[in-house]
């Protein structure tokens, strides 16, 4: 059964930095690409970034360009997304999410509870 | 890239039909079988319901149905239950530069 456990969420004023993590089980990590998806406070779901199996290739929203890195520890089964130049937009519950395709990329099928990032003066 | 476009709410009565419309463009709905719709229910995670376009995870009801013409994709729910109201949102993959789009959401409403 696969589990996903996101960590490091919590207020933090503009500028700062923040780096969230997600622990996952119940598959082989390693094969599948992993995304990061948020949902700001009563709006829909945005995706963040995503991160190819074994960490080859990253992919960037527009809006996280530059600012978000994503990687990822196939040896510990966890997913990290280090987050900079925080601005008040960036506000939103943080969601680490599974793809489908196993050596490949598709959406996800798989998320976790998510973790809360409030970004505030 | 911008997001799919879904209607912002729909509703039914229990026991009728509803369709929910995901549309997009050659670059990501029309161009691959990779569309996944999930289902959310306040204050928790989405969940999914259809992917490849009309396949069902395991464990899903067979009154949830999944549709592509074209640009624009369908989730159909059949025999409305209370149970049924929430967000649903759709998802498409859209090439190597932007990967993954989501729609921007409808809130079925059962009446």
């Known amino acids: 059964q696969v589990q996903l456990v996101e960590s490091g969420g919590g207020v933090v004023q503009p500028g700062r930095s923040l780096r969230l993590s997600c622990a996952a089980s119940g598959f082989n990590f390693s094969n599948y690409a992993m995304h990061w998806v948020r949902q700001a406070p009563g709006k829909g779901l945005e995706w963040v970034t995503l991160?190819?199996?074994?960490?080859?290739?990253?992919y960037y929203a527009d809006s996280v360009k530059g600012r978000f890195t994503i990687s990822r520890d196939d040896s510990k089964n966890t997913l990290y997304l280090q987050m900079n130049s925080l601005r008040t937009e960036d506000t939103a519950l943080y969601y680490c999410?599974?793809?489908?395709?196993?050596?490949?990329?598709?959406?996800?099928?798989?998320w976790g509870q998510g973790t809360l990032v409030t970004v505030s003066s | 890239q911008s997001a799919l476009t879904q209607p912002a709410s729909v509703s039914g009565s229990p026991g009728q039909s509803i369709t929910i419309s995901c549309t997009g463009t050659?670059?990501?709905?029309?161009?691959?079988?990779?569309v996944s719709w999930y289902r959310q229910h306040p204050g928790k995670a989405p969940k999914v319901i259809i992917y490849?376009?009309?396949k069902r995870p395991s464990g899903i009801s067979n009154r949830f149905s999944g549709s592509k013409s074209g640009n624009t994709a369908s989730l159909t729910i059949s025999g409305l239950q209370a149970e049924d109201e929430a967000d649903y949102y759709c998802c498409s993959y859209a090439g190597i530069i932007t990967p993954v789009l989501f729609g921007g959401g409808t809130k079925l409403t059962v009446l």
């Open positions: 999410a599974k793809d489908f395709a196993i050596f490949g990329v598709a959406p996800p099928d798989s």
């Open positions: 490849e376009v009309n």
């Open positions: 991160i190819s199996f074994h960490g080859s290739h990253e």
């Open positions: 050659s670059s990501d709905v029309g161009g691959y079988n990779l």
